[in-house]
Nanobody, 121 residues
Framework: QVHVVESGGGLVQPGGSLRLSCVASGSISRIYEMRWYRQAPGKQRELVASITSGGTTNYTDSVKDRFDIPNDSAENTVYLRMNSLKPEDTAVYYC???????????????WGQGTQVTVSS
């Protein structure tokens, strides 16, 4: 089993910054990819950013040049640096970890409980 915990959300003014953290723990054999999703009220969950085990990152168009995933994170940890935040970035942000474990050696997606980000003046 893999336990995923996000942190770092909060209330920030437009134009401000936040850094979200996601830590995966448990009987992990290998992590293939770590992703950040978000879900705003009344909207579908959307993929925001991702990083593969090889360090390749991808971002949805609406956050390019504002959000980034640093490549120097600790093992089983991923951060999401968010700059120039806008009210439309308000959402619950979820971390998704695609991993195999010692008990289940196949790729499986594990989710955290989410962290609320609110951008408002």
């Amino acid at each position: 089993q893999v336990h995923v915990v996000e942190s770092g959300g909060g209330l920030v003014q437009p134009g401000g910054s936040l850094r979200l953290s996601c830590v995966a723990s448990g009987s992990i054999s290998r992590i293939y990819e770590m992703r950040w999703y978000r879900q705003a009220p009344g909207k579908q969950r959307e993929l925001v950013a991702s990083i593969t085990s090889g360090g390749t990152t991808n971002y949805t168009d609406s956050v390019k040049d504002r959000f980034d995933i640093p490549n120097d994170s600790a093992e089983n940890t991923v951060y999401l640096r968010m700059n120039s935040l806008k009210p439309e970035d308000t959402a619950v942000y979820y971390c998704n970890v695609r991993a195999s474990t010692t008990l289940w050696p196949y790729r499986h997606d594990y989710w955290g409980q989410g962290t609320q980000v609110t951008v408002s003046s």
